[in-house]
């Protein structure tokens, strides 16, 4: 039996390696086509949820919005969105509508309800309808209860409450249910945003920019909901053609995120190392490892515990590391939305920040908070769930490379604080 399995695996990895050179032909040729010139991936905007998703999709569905095609895209959004409710009789919503009022950002209150803003609002008659959108946020403090019980006090309208995210994943806090008449309803970029997005393009073959616009924006939904190029994906179904590569290739995606994981914690154990073997001459300073390897919890006594907290649902999670002195601390911080970045605060306040940033130069400066972005080529991402992960976190040789170039930057900011004298 166990013969038999390692005959699979060692089968399937060989698949996997055939695969791997498959992609890089069919990566080399979508270059050469210029399929991956994205303005989105390119101006780093693929996972703003403000300044890109609820900006392009509220112009989009607004009847006055600079596309000037009327309710053109508002009747697809109806239609391919909001379509499986029959009860809201979407076919003819518009057909005979007098009042139409998209909005976004549509600020809440009232008595019980707590002051906030839905993303998106959409009135057409007797009709009203409430969507919030995430992206890589989590609902934040019983959204959706406060936004149903706003809902509830309209009166003389029918109303539905639509939960978008990438996924269609439940919301974390909310107490009404999902997918109830009387709840929320989950929808998700994944599925109803690029169908949406593909019938659009479909009725704008006729308008070459804004066609061209909703192809770029078409791709960015796929980056960021993991989705293959046909291309990619027909060569996938040529390696699973048989039930034990289906089988492995499940356990395989089910356990790839701890894959992922594991490099994580192995690049911050040596970064950690290296740092401390660097502030061993500076004995002033001391290393704040507030990060999930070191935590002197019970819930971190495991490595198997570890990995599952990283591949958790937590997806504001971040690393933090601080090179401390006398309240003022300067810090390593990794966030799961591809964004690797130093910042320098202080409690101390004979410690002038903005003197220190003139000899630092870091790019952005607010209040008490100083901070810089990586200048590593491409970022550092550790996650799979992300357009442009690092893959070279696997490699052995690569990932020692990383670390010291992380690593130079780090001691590359501190000397000039250190030498400065201002701490």
């Known amino acids: 039996m166990e013969e038999l399995e390692k005959e699979v695996l060692d089968d399937f990895r060989n698949r996997l390696l055939k695969l791997n050179e498959e992609i890089i032909k069919v990566e080399e040729k979508s270059k050469k086509k210029g399929d991956k010139f994205n303005i989105f991936s390119i101006l780093g905007i693929q996972r703003k949820e403000v300044e890109t998703h609820s900006f392009l999709l509220y112009d989009l569905i607004n009847p006055n919005g600079s596309h000037g095609q009327e309710d053109l895209y508002l009747k697809i959004f109806l239609k391919e969105i909001l379509k499986e409710k029959d009860d809201f009789k979407i076919d003819n919503l518009l057909d005979n509508a007098k009042n139409v009022k998209v909005d976004r950002e549509t600020f809440i209150s009232g008595k019980g309800i707590k002051n906030g803003f839905i993303d998106f609002t959409i009135e057409i008659d007797k009709y009203y309808i409430a969507i919030e959108m995430k992206i890589d946020s989590k609902e934040n403090g019983n959204q959706l209860d406060n936004y149903k019980t706003f809902l509830d006090s309209i009166p003389n309208k029918e109303k539905r409450l639509y939960y978008l995210t990438l996924f269609g994943d439940e919301a974390d806090k909310s107490k009404i249910e999902a997918d109830k008449k009387d709840g929320y309803i989950r929808i998700s970029f994944l599925e109803h945003i690029s169908k949406f997005i593909e019938k659009s393009i ?77 502030l061993e001459d500076e004995k002033e300073w001391n290393l704040k490892q507030l990060i999930f390897f070191k935590y002197e919890s019970e819930d971190f006594d495991t490595e198997e515990n570890i990995l599952d907290w990283i591949v958790g649902k937590d997806s504001n999670r971040c690393e933090k590391f601080y090179i401390e002195k006398d309240g003022f601390s300067f810090n390593i911080i990794s966030e799961k939305n591809d964004n690797f970045y130093y910042s320098i605060t202080s409690d101390n306040k004979k410690i002038n920040l903005t003197e220190i940033n003139k000899e630092l130069e870091f790019e952005k400066e607010k209040g008490i908070l100083i901070w810089q972005s990586t200048k590593i080529k491409n970022g550092l991402n550790f996650s799979k769930d992300y357009a442009n992960p690092t893959y070279d976190v696997f490699d052995g040789e690569k990932l020692d490379e990383i670390v010291d170039k992380i690593y130079e930057e780090i001691v590359y900011y501190m000397d000039i604080i250190i030498k400065s004298k201002l701490v």
């Open 202 to 278: 479909e009725k704008s073959k006729n308008l070459p920019l804004i066609r061209e616009s909703l192809i770029q924006y078409q791709t960015t939904i796929k980056n960021i909901t993991n989705q293959s190029t046909k291309d990619i994906q027909m060569e996938v179904i040529k390696i699973i053609n048989n039930p034990q590569m289906a089988r492995t290739a499940n356990e395989f995606s089910k356990n790839l995120a701890y894959a992922w994981a594991k490099r994580e914690v192995l690049f911050w154990e040596k970064l950690a190392e290296k740092l401390e073997n660097y």
